[in-house]
């Protein structure tokens, strides 16, 4: 089913709004679309027969296929609508065929055929592995298709489990369940594989390291990573290209940094450094992907998507960030923990085109541009200082974003001429903003001077 016509008109009449209305910097929205009321995994297909690339949104009332191929034209060429969910539905792909499941409901495993895209999709009726009845993730990796937490359809639950895809697609062959042969992991929440080696996300059992032995089909244990620095519930993670850089994200509770770690020695992974990009107790990293061997794309529930040069893993660099969730979080200055859990769930950046899809659990399905913050080296001149404020307007708390690290001398006047605020000699850096109370301010246009490394610079704020 086509619904067209009323989106296009919709992201036209749009997209200038809503590019106000989001915090941003270095990243343009292009498209917006809201067909469901709550949203989740999110993923990405290219179809190189046709040259179309289409956003696949993961949502409550089902999934949804959107062309992107003209971003700010972004419409839904079909949906599959069925198997209401509450929270969860995630969904990957193998040639042109998705893969989708929940674990809300069972039986929830559905297969569908892309290639008649963009005038429909081809469902699978009533796809049958042979055991499997729902899980909670998916992976593809070569032709195998992995699946986390697991249910069988005798009602048995596994940590994980994998299919192999060939020679049908449409019919996936079950190989194993890793508790055939490691009883003593209870719950992978997700994995990343790389050819035969597996990066289980195992909760609160931290990461764990497995190869998958085709020819004698059995998991082989390699290495684990489970007393570390802000361990938490250990969600998901993503390699870099070359297969040196591993960065995991702790779910639960909120408030904890994410881990950038070498694994370029599996059997001795290290973790480089921690980062945490506001310092509050509600910011929460989600979902990691990673482009080549530089940018990570970090979904962070109540602060959007945020990118990340890691070019130097012990030093990462925030490069750009897109707030979809301007409910609360640091941009806003308005800080909520009921809300820690809200937000952006997940940001495929893997189109050719570079665009990048965010599903956002309550605003929807975002449709970006981010070629600066995916191509911005760190700045080491004085005269490449760039410095940004979010919100603005602002209500309480005003973020001040610098690209560098160095001594500031920062100062607040009023329209009238009148210096209100001074802070000598502060040390800022690129890794998080600084923050001014503006609370007690009247509202009006207030003038914040900077001068660091030589330079002056003058920003507009507006309290309201």
Known sequence: MRIKLLFIISCAVSINFLNAQYSAWRIQLLAHLTPDTYYAGCWGWYDPI???????????????????TNPTSAYIADSLIGIPINVWREVKTYKNFCYIISDDYGPSFQIVDLSPLPDSV?????PDTGILSKGHTLWVSDHYLYVGGPRDKFGNNHPM???????DPEHPKFLRWLDQDYPNISYVHDMYVRHDTVFASAAYQGLQVFRYDSVQNKFVYINSLINYLEAGYNHSNALTENGKILVFMDEVPSGLSFKVADVSN?????VLSYVRPYNYGGFVAHNPFIVGNRNLIASCYQDGTLIYDISNPSNPVLTGFFDTYPQYGANTGVYNPSEAYQGNWG???????????SNDMTNGIFILKADTALNVSEYTSSQDIDVNIFPNPVNDIVNVYFNIDGIANLLIEDIAGKFLWRKENVYVTHHQPYQIDLSNYSNGLYFL??????????LKVFKN
């Open 122 to 126: 081809r469902v699978i009726a009533s």
């Open 347 to 357: 940001s495929y950046p893997f189109f050719p085109s570079g665009l990048i899809f």
């Open 449 to 458: 001077h900077l001068q660091i490394n030589n330079r002056n610079i003058t």
């Open 266 to 270: 599996v059997n001795n992974i290290q």
């Open 50 to 68: 046709k040259n179309r690339e289409y956003a696949i949104s993961g949502a409550h009332k089902g999934t949804y296929f959107v062309d992107i």
């Open 161 to 167: 489990g994998v299919f192999d895809l060939l020679p």
